[in-house]
């Protein structure tokens, strides 16, 4: 069983940052292929980026080159840094640890972000 836990959301005003973090209590989190969401008012859930258990990272076109994801094994933490905002982002972000392979997935609470002047 894992849970995840997510921080750092707020107001911020478009150009600014943000650092999201997801972190997760229980075993095995470093084999975990984790994956920041986001639903914004109205929209679908969408992927906005993801890491595998080696470090391989994805995002979707529309924050590639603004946002960056990461983690850390050792503190079982995810991140998601998010720079150069814009009112878009605005959505509640999502943190998922999947093990497809095992038949396990979990995701967490949320955490708001908005983009406001």
């Known amino acids: 069983q894992v849970q995840l836990v997510e921080s750092g959301g707020g107001l911020v005003q478009p150009g600014g940052s943000l650092r999201l973090a997801c972190a997760a209590s229980?075993?095995?989190?470093?084999?975990?292929?984790m994956g920041w969401y986001r639903q914004a008012p109205g929209k679908q859930l969408e992927l906005v980026a993801s890491?595998?258990?080696?470090?391989?990272?994805n995002y979707v076109d529309s924050v590639k080159g603004r946002f960056t994801i990461s983690r850390d094994n050792a503190k079982k933490t995810l991140y998601l840094q998010m720079n150069s905002l814009k009112p878009e982002d605005t959505a509640v972000y999502y943190c998922?640890?999947?093990?497809?392979?095992?038949?396990?997935?979990?995701w967490g609470q949320g955490t708001q972000v908005t983009v406001s002047s």
């Open positions: 890491i595998s258990s080696g470090g391989s990272t």
């Open positions: 998922r640890a999947e093990r497809r392979t095992v038949g396990l997935d979990y």
């Open positions: 229980g075993n095995g989190f470093s084999l975990y292929r």
